[in-house]
C-alpha cells in the first residue's frame, strides 16, 4: 500500500495545518489505533471509513485534543509555526479546542447543552471569547441559526424541543460560530433518516466550500464519504489499511478489505 | 446551664475548648483564611468538623467565627437581616456559652458580624470582620456539575459559561432575572459565588473596608475578600447591572435606601414593606422616622411602642 497522493493546490498553501505521525492508542493489550500517519491541508475534507470497532473514533478523540495518543504526535498549524497539541499546556489546548477547531459529535446530547437555549447554545463560543454585548452575541447567534436552517423565532426553544435533525445542525452552527479552520465530525449523520441525512449532507457541502474549512470526518457510510470528502483512509482493527482521493479507493479498491466494504452497499 | 470557660492554658478544665472547637482545628481553619486572604475570591478547601447544628444551618460561618474570635471581641449575628430570628438567636447564644462573647445587636458596635442573606445597612468600617454563611461556595455549580472541571474552569479563567447563565435570563425574561447569590468578579480574576444575599447588597462588597470571610461547612470550602478589594457584578455591556427597587418607603421608619421585605398582614392579600435589617428600621425610628403603618404595628404589639423605644 504505497499510494502517493499529491495534496490539492499546494501553491496556495504550502504547509498542511494538521500532521499527525504514528498516532497510536491502546487499551491496555487491545489496540484502539496504531501507527496512524497523514497529512490534512487547509480546505481538505478527509474521511476516515471503516466497520465499527476499526479505531475511527478512537483516532478521532485523539486528533481533536481529547484524549492523549500514547504514541506519535500530533502538529496543528494555527499560526506561523506547526504547535504539537499534546506538548502543549493544557490550557493552551482547552482554547484551541474552543476557538481553532470545533468537534461535532454523533450525538447532540455531547455537543450541546440540553438546558440551555439554541441561542445560548450558539452563542456559548462568543462569550468563551469574550462577547460581553448581549445585542451583538444574539445578532451573530440569529445569522447563524439562519445558516443551518434553523427559523429564527426558536432561538429561546431549547434543543430538547427540536428534532434530531434540528439538532445536529444546531450542533454545527454551535462549533462553526467561532470560525474555526478545523472541524471534526463523528458520524454527523448518523441516526437521522435519509431525507434528513440529504439535506444536512447538502448543508455541509456548502458550508465547508464556503467557508474553505478543513475538515476530517469518521463514518461507516460510504455514501456520505462519496458526497462530502476529497479524500478517504480505510480503516480495519486499528490500522490504516488504504488511503487516497476518495474515487479512487472507492471505485478502485485495492485492499481486499476495502473491495470488501465497496462491494458490500446496497445499491437500489 | 452554665460552662466554665477558660482561655488555653488556663489550670481549670473546662468542658468544652474556648470557642468549642479545639485548638488545633482553628488553627486549620486559620491556615485556610490566610490562603483564602491571600487569594482574594479562590475556594480553599478545610476539614470542616461536625457542630452542634445541622450543617446548612451556618456551620461554615460558626467555624470561622469560632477560629478569629477572641475575649475582647463583640459579636452580632443576623439572619435575614433580623437579629432576633431563631437562627441568629440560637447562634449568638452559642458564642455567648462557649467564648464569653460579648454580643450587641448595634452594627457599629460589632468587631465579628455573622450573616446569613444579608449585609447590614450601616456602613462597614475598616477593623469588622463579616462572617458569611456560605449553602453554595462554587458559583458554577448548577451550569457545570463536575468538580474536577469547575476547578479547571476557575484555574484558567474559563467564565464564557457563566455568562451564558445571564444570557438565557435576558433570552428568556428580558432581563438578568438572578436577585440572590449573584456572581461576582473578584478583584479581576476569580467569579465568586457571594452567598445567598441579595443583588441589592452586592455594591456594598466593593472596596469595602472590612473583611469578609465566607465559610460553606457542608461543602468545605473557605473563601474571602480582603479590604479594599475589587468586586464586580456579572452583566453584559447592553444590560448593565442593577440593583433592586421598590415604589414604596419602609412602612416602619420611611426608610428609602434600604432592602425591603414585603410581609403579607391579612387574608385580603394587603401587605407592607419593611426594612429586612431590624436593627436599621429600630435606629431610624428611635431617631424619630415615622413610616405610614407604624402607630397600626404599635398598637397591636409587633413593635415596641414609642415609649419603651424612647
Known amino acids: ?268 | 446551664m452554665t460552662v466554665h470557660q477558660t482561655l488555653p492554658g488556663d489550670e481549670t478544665s473546662p468542658a468544652y475548648n474556648y470557642a468549642y472547637l479545639d485548638e488545633q482545628t482553628k488553627r486549620m481553619i486559620r491556615r485556610a483564611l490566610l490562603k483564602a486572604v491571600a487569594v482574594p475570591g479562590y475556594q480553599v478547601p478545610f476539614g470542616s468538623r461536625e457542630m452542634p447544628l445541622a450543617r446548612g444551618w451556618g456551620t461554615g460561618g460558626i467555624q470561622v467565627t469560632a477560629a478569629i474570635i477572641g475575649p475582647q471581641d463583640t459579636l452580632k449575628v443576623i439572619d435575614q437581616g433580623a437579629d432576633d430570628t431563631t437562627n441568629a438567636v440560637s447562634i449568638r447564644r452559642f458564642f455567648e456559652k462557649t467564648a464569653d462573647a460579648r454580643t450587641t445587636e448595634a452594627t457599629e458596635q460589632a468587631t465579628i458580624i455573622q450573616t446569613r442573606h444579608r449585609i447590614p445597612e450601616a456602613p462597614l468600617q475598616a477593623g469588622q470582620i463579616m462572617v458569611y454563611q456560605v449553602p453554595q461556595p462554587e458559583p458554577l455549580r448548577k451550569l457545570e456539575p463536575r468538580e474536577a472541571e469547575t476547578r479547571k474552569m476557575h484555574a484558567w479563567a474559563e467564565y464564557g459559561l457563566m455568562q451564558v447563565k445571564l444570557y438565557e435570563n435576558i433570552a428568556r425574561f428580558g432581563e438578568v432575572t438572578t436577585t440572590y447569590d449573584y456572581p461576582v468578579m473578584v478583584n479581576g480574576r476569580y467569579i465568586m459565588a457571594p452567598s445567598p444575599i441579595p443583588k441589592f447588597d452586592n455594591p456594598k462588597m466593593h472596596m469595602s473596608p472590612a473583611l469578609q470571610l465566607f465559610g460553606a461547612g457542608r461543602e468545605k470550602r473557605i473563601y474571602a475578600l480582603p479590604p479594599h478589594t475589587s468586586v464586580r457584578s456579572l452583566d453584559f455591556e447592553d444590560h448593565p447591572f442593577r440593583i433592586q427597587s421598590w415604589n414604596e418607603p419602609c412602612a416602619l421608619c420611611a426608610a428609602t435606601d434600604s432592602y425591603l421585605d414585603e410581609v403579607v398582614i391579612d387574608d385580603q392579600g394587603s401587605r407592607m414593606f419593611v426594612c429586612s435589617d431590624s436593627h436599621h428600621c429600630e435606629t431610624r425610628r428611635a431617631a424619630g422616622h415615622r413610616g405610614a403603618m407604624l402607630g397600626d404595628a404599635a398598637a397591636s404589639g409587633l413593635v415596641a411602642s414609642e415609649e419603651s423605644t424612647s
Open chain 1, 1 to 268: 500500500m504505497t499510494l502517493h497522493v499529491s495534496p490539492p493546490d499546494t501553491a496556495l498553501e504550502p504547509a498542511p495545518l494538521l500532521s499527525a505521525a504514528g498516532v497510536s492508542r491502546f487499551y491496555g493489550e487491545r489496540i484502539g489505533c496504531e501507527g496512524v500517519s497523514f497529512d490534512l491541508w487547509p480546505g481538505e475534507v478527509l474521511g476516515i471509513v471503516g466497520e465499527s470497532g476499526s479505531g475511527k473514533s478512537t483516532l478521532l478523540r485523539c486528533l481533536a485534543g481529547i484524549d492523549r495518543p500514547d504514541e506519535g504526535e500530533v502538529l496543528f498549524r494555527g499560526g506561523a509555526e506547526p504547535l504539537d497539541i499534546y506538548s502543549v499546556p493544557e490550557q493552551e489546548r482547552r482554547r484551541l479546542m474552543r476557538t481553532a477547531w470545533g468537534i461535532v459529535h454523533q450525538n447532540p446530547r455531547d455537543g450541546l447543552r440540553m438546558d440551555v437555549s439554541a441561542g445560548g447554545n450558539v452563542g456559548e463560543r462568543l462569550m468563551d471569547r469574550g462577547d460581553r454585548h448581549y445585542g451583538q452575541i444574539r445578532e451573530r447567534a440569529l445569522d447563524w441559526l439562519s445558516r443551518v436552517e434553523i427559523a429564527g423565532a426558536r432561538i429561546d426553544d431549547r434543543p430538547r424541543q427540536f428534532s434530531g435533525g434540528m439538532q445536529q445542525r444546531l450542533q454545527i452552527a454551535r462549533v462553526l460560530v467561532s470560525e474555526p479552520r478545523l472541524v471534526f465530525m463523528d458520524e454527523p449523520t448518523g441516526g437521522l433518516d435519509v431525507s434528513v441525512q440529504a439535506r444536512l449532507l447538502d448543508l455541509l457541502r456548502v458550508l465547508v466550500r464556503d467557508l474553505g474549512l478543513a475538515a476530517i470526518i469518521v463514518t461507516h457510510d460510504l455514501a456520505v464519504a462519496r458526497l462530502l470528502t476529497d479524500r478517504l483512509m480505510v480503516m480495519k482493527d486499528g490500522h490504516v489499511v488504504e488511503q487516497g482521493l476518495t474515487d479512487q479507493v472507492l471505485d478502485d479498491p485495492h485492499h481486499a478489505y476495502t473491495q470488501l466494504l465497496t462491494s458490500a452497499v446496497l445499491t437500489v
